[in-house]
């Protein structure tokens, strides 16, 4: 993985499960059985996401399964009865479907699951049809990045324009996913740009700094 900020196609899963409106309960939870997912997107027509149906959607059948009406209604939102009683992936998904883009970065990937409160989101591409599908897992591949391939971005996109040779001297480390740049510089009010560019990196942990001015004060 080189170069930044890295997308949602570079890390997503291609080969999916899905399901369309008529999918009938039963087999719903069988393809979530068979791929170990917690979620399936329901499609229609050429593959466009209409909705998604997870292990929430289903779970309302079995909670109120030997539960007297009254109870259902009572003690249950109206949302949970009437899944209780559905029987197609269509009366139980949730909808407009929360999707993102293949094209979209990774840090947005993960706003949107942070603010849905979900953990995997159905990619879809430019026509609105599904292409894959991203978990929170997927997202974190990027802090497998070597720490040298992580380094020589840092040094290539940010070290060699905020702080050009001769006036500066910074070498960059990177341990474990967190860089230190070492050296002197000429202006040290470019400290905090750099911290935000180098954090921006996929991949980075932390930034630390052991910069002196070319004067050698701190």
Not at 118 to 139: C, M, N, T, Y
Not at 177 to 198: E, S
């Amino acid at each position: 993985m080189h170069g930044t900020p890295h997308i949602v196609s570079d890390v997503m899963t291609q080969t999916v499960a899905a399901v369309g409106r008529r999918a009938p309960f039963k087999e719903i939870v069988r393809l979530m059985q068979d791929w170990q997912v917690s979620a399936l997107p329901v499609i229609e027509g050429e593959g466009r996401v209409v909705g998604v149906v997870s292990e929430a959607d289903l779970l309302p059948k079995e909670e109120l399964r030997d539960a007297p009406d009254a109870d259902r209604l009572r003690l249950r939102r109206p949302v949970d009865t009437v899944k209780a009683g559905a029987l197609t992936a269509g009366d139980l998904m949730s909808w407009p479907a929360v999707t993102v883009r293949a094209g979209a970065t990774l840090a947005e990937a993960a706003r949107v699951m942070a603010r849905e409160g979900i953990k995997r989101l159905p990619v879809v591409d430019d026509a609105g049809l599904l292409a894959g599908v991203v978990s929170r897992a997927d997202l974190l591949k990027v802090f497998l990045r070597a720490d040298e391939d992580i380094a020589e971005e840092v040094r290539r996109e940010i070290a060699s324009y905020l702080f050009p040779p001769p006036s500066s001297v910074v070498r960059v480390e990177v341990h474990d996913g967190v860089v230190t740049l070492v050296g002197r510089i000429r202006d040290t009010a470019l400290v905090p740009v750099a911290a935000r560019l180098v954090r921006a990196v996929e991949g980075v942990v932390d930034v630390d700094f052991d910069l002196a001015h070319e004067d050698g004060t701190r």
